[in-house]
């Protein structure tokens, strides 16, 4: 599995910091996604891939290997 975040179109709304807290973070000055380990994506793949379909600014993508 691979992740990507398009910080370009996130738009800060947190569900993926609040459904995967291992995988992402929000930076400070605009909330924008930051992706914080991504050696733990495969490990937390279901709430990865949960994230990916709650983000309400579809800015996250998973490829599947
Ligand atoms: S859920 Fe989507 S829009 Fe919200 S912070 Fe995460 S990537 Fe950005």
């Known amino acids: 599995m691979r992740l990507s975040a398009d910080r370009d179109t996130c738009v800060g709304a947190g569900m993926c910091v609040l459904t995967a807290p291992e995988v992402f973070d929000q930076d400070d000055e605009q909330g924008r996604v930051v992706i914080l380990d991504p050696g733990v ?11 990916a379909v709650l983000c309400p600014a579809a800015a996250l993508t998973v490829t599947e290997d």
């Open 41 to 51: 994506v495969d490990e937390r793949a279901e709430a990865v891939r949960e994230a």
